[in-house]
């Protein structure tokens, strides 16, 4: 199993193959070889799998159509060339046998790196080229290039290329170490993570950061440290994940997305972590984030009077609390009150 530190920081093993991509007699050869491999996708975030823990090996066949089979790159292997992995978008009814959709946030925490990589990228060109295949400058369709990730509009000459919307995800640690929490309006029983919201238009990701948690809960923030990013292809994010320092802890939610948050100890925590961690592997379904039941064991931790339940492994805000947890902030270590019980002793 593949987990958030070894997928999303370190190098690919997907060789995106920028010029490989460019060149379309290249793709129609390997599009032939009994050697390449197709990744069906199926609708928003979905690829369609035998099984959660790996990706079938399916062949490219019929004719190479650069307007729907999508070049996703090249895997490397031991004393062979090089493998072209090649993805399309699918109707579920169409799948072969014995394939069923399955979701991305279910399959990718189960799926080795390199797989994970690309059934991400996958779900992204597929969805993106579907979504987006109108050119914003003239309204006319847009055709396919560079493998599905250019689009071409012959009326206005010019390329559009896929959009990642960023967005900032920041766990905010107050003085004595407690975790900042929300439920958002939209979200089903005791769910609460980390906050999150879009990046705007000029503006860095720090200052989004700022802004989100000023907006949503009311904290002014003392320091802002970068942990990573995630791509989160629903359909097009690219989730920035931060710690930050509150400078002050009275909260105060907006409403509007954020209706309720409150600081929460490690040991509460961890504590709900392992006890949603067992009812997923009990109820053998695999990873899930809000496995049902899961706050039976932990009703005392709870946020207006319902026991929460907390992101699933694989997302970025479960990877924030994981490393909160270990001690892995980069935040500077919070200034002594003169007088807690913890001050050191005055010299
Ligand atoms: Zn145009």
Redesign the pocket.
Known sequence: MSTWRDIWTEASALDRAELLRKDDDWLATSWRSPRSWLVQTVGPGRIAMAEQTSLPRLRPRGTFDAQRHFFLGTLAEQGAEPRAVFTTLEHEDALPEGLTAISLRTAVPQLPGPEADIAVAATAICQWNHRDRF?P??G?ASTVTDGGFARW?D??ERFTFPRNDAAVIAAVLDDDDRILLGHQKSWGGGRVSVLAGFVESGESLEQAVHREIGEEVGVRLREVSYLGSQPWPYPRSLMVAYFARAADTRVRVDDMEIVDADWFTREQVARVIAAQDDAVAASGRGASGWPDGAESTTRDVALGGVPISLPGPGTIARRLIEAWLADETGLSVPAQTPGSPDAPPHA
Do not use: E, I
């Open positions: 050119c400058g003239c006319n509009c009326t206005c």
